[in-house]
């Protein structure tokens, strides 16, 4: 890769997995499956390519809606994945951080989250944010709660403080792919002057190289914040 700008964060919307599997005529939850194992080789180069923070959307609030029969394989993926899974995740090197709602996932799958989470909190080659039974909006109310419970005003930093992502720098860039352009109720307070990328590609196919072509094109983008140009 040509020397280039890199992001500090990176957040990807991981959609497609479905539409993969369908056009190999394969089921849905195989989708599921093949981009979980992307997941590990995509977050995995873009730390090897000096990438600090990676969030990444694996399940959405909305997405519980979906029939039980997905929302269990899915369940039972991230028990693979927080448990049998966790040397590997640990080879990464980074702190896995889990952003969302983690309550209303079986209690075997809570605590395997937060043994991961204790695990790694030593590690500092980066930092992995795993967004679970994760919306924006929730997320939102959430601390607009919090902050008429402690009975006081916010300011951006102190709003920002009470997000699920507290603490945590907002993302550089936003990956999707699949195709669709939109944010699917993710990171919509964060992402005020987040770049965004959206690659046709679906997530299981998405490669290395396809994340060096959106480092490239970030890279290649004038962020203003508002103010003008500089000579
Ligand atoms: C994204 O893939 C993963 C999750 C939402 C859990 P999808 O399951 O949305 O795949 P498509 O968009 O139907 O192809
Ligand atoms: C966004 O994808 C959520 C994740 C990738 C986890 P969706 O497939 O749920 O988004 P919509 O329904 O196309 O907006
Ligand atoms: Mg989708």
Same mark, same amino acid.
């Not at 990444?56 to 929302?71: G, M």
């Not at 309550?103 to 795993?130: A, C, F, K, Y």
């Given at each position: 890769?040509?020397?280039?700008?890199?992001?500090?964060?990176?957040?990807?919307?991981?959609?497609?997995?479905?539409?993969?599997?369908?056009?190999?005529?394969?089921?849905?939850?195989?989708?599921?499956?093949?981009?979980?194992?992307?997941?590990?080789?995509?977050?995995?180069?873009?730390?090897?390519?000096?990438?600090?923070?990676?969030?990444?959307?694996?399940?959405?609030?909305?997405?519980?809606?979906?029939?039980?029969?997905?929302?269990?394989?899915?369940?039972?993926?991230?028990?693979?994945?927080?448990?049998?899974?966790?040397?590997?995740?640990?080879?990464?090197?980074?702190?896995?951080?889990?952003?969302?709602?983690?309550?209303?996932?079986?209690?075997?799958?809570?605590?395997?989250?937060?043994?991961?989470?204790?695990?790694?909190?030593?590690?500092?080659?980066?930092?992995?944010?795993?967004?679970?039974?994760?919306?924006?909006?929730?997320?939102?109310?959430?601390?607009?709660?919090?902050?008429?419970?402690?009975?006081? !005003?916010?300011?951006? &930093?102190?709003?920002? +403080?009470? *997000?699920?992502?507290? /603490?945590?720098?907002? #993302?550089?860039?936003?990956? %999707?792919?699949?195709?669709?352009?939109?944010?699917?109720? !993710?990171?919509?307070? &964060?992402?005020?002057? +987040?770049? *965004?990328?959206?690659? /046709?590609?679906?997530? #299981?196919?998405?490669?290395? %190289?396809?994340?060096?072509?959106?480092?490239?094109?970030?890279?290649?983008?004038?962020?203003?914040?508002?103010?003008?140009?500089?000579?």
């Amino acid at each position: 890769m040509k020397r280039i700008k890199l992001p500090v964060h990176i957040a990807f919307i991981m959609d497609g997995n479905g539409r993969w599997a369908k056009r190999r005529f394969r089921p849905r939850g195989y989708g599921h499956k093949m981009g979980v194992q992307n997941m590990f080789k995509i977050c995995s180069h873009a730390f090897d390519l000096g990438v600090r923070i990676v969030t990444v959307y694996a399940l959405s609030t909305e997405n519980l809606s979906r029939p039980k029969e997905e929302v269990d394989e899915l369940f039972d993926l991230f028990r693979t994945f927080f448990g049998k899974k966790k040397d590997k995740m640990q080879e990464m090197g980074v702190k896995i951080n889990v952003v969302g709602d983690i309550t209303v996932l079986p209690p075997d799958i809570q605590e395997s989250i937060l043994e991961m989470m204790d695990e790694t909190s030593h590690l500092v080659r980066g930092l992995l944010n795993i967004c679970i039974n994760y919306g924006s909006r929730q997320e939102i109310i959430r601390a607009v709660n919090a902050a008429v419970s402690y009975g006081r !005003f916010v300011d951006e &930093q102190s709003f920002s +403080s009470l *997000l699920e992502t507290g /603490g945590i720098p907002d #993302p550089d860039l936003i990956i %999707r792919t699949g195709g669709e352009l939109r944010l699917s109720n !993710f990171l919509l307070y &964060q992402a005020a002057y +987040s770049e *965004l990328y959206f690659s /046709g590609k679906m997530w #299981p196919e998405f490669s290395k %190289r396809d994340l060096e072509k959106a480092i490239e094109n970030y890279s290649a983008r004038d962020r203003r914040f508002g103010n003008v140009q500089e000579e």
